[in-house]
């Protein structure tokens, strides 16, 4: 599976932001989802996962209530909607597919995006 995370950008603190991570090459459906992010100087971090049919949705405590993951399968696209971005949500956010299921663990994850820079200002 191919990855293409997008839609990263410059906000203020409060404001929106949605990233998308389009997939290529196998069956989309047949992956769970997930997204998450690391600083600088920072371990790689948990945001936020999906099951393959979008029924399950896991979130990290730091984000839940302002945070959404979904997906369209019939487009082999995964959406991170972030409102109320804070500065400390200021990262390089990275899609991930897993044939396993779906979990917080990127040990689980098989494929990798490239990652998008999302930084927010105070």
């Known amino acids: 599976v191919q990855l293409q995370a997008s839609g990263g950008g410059l906000v203020q603190a409060g404001g929106s932001l949605r990233l998308s991570c389009a997939a290529s090459?196998?069956?989309?459906?047949?992956?769970?989802m997930g997204w998450f992010r690391q600083a600088p100087g920072k371990e790689r971090e948990f945001v936020a996962a999906i099951s393959w049919s979008g029924g399950t949705k896991y979130y990290a405590d730091s984000v839940k209530g302002r945070f959404t993951i979904s997906r369209v399968n019939a487009k082999n696209t995964v959406y991170l909607q972030m409102n109320s971005l804070k500065p400390e949500d200021t990262a390089n956010y990275y899609c991930?597919?897993?044939?396993?299921?779906?979990?917080?663990?990127?040990?689980?994850?098989?494929?990798w995006g490239q990652g998008t820079q999302v930084t927010v200002s105070s």
């Open positions: 991930a597919a897993s044939i396993r299921g779906i979990s917080r663990s990127y040990a689980y994850y098989d494929y």
């Open positions: 090459g196998r069956t989309f459906s047949n992956y769970a």
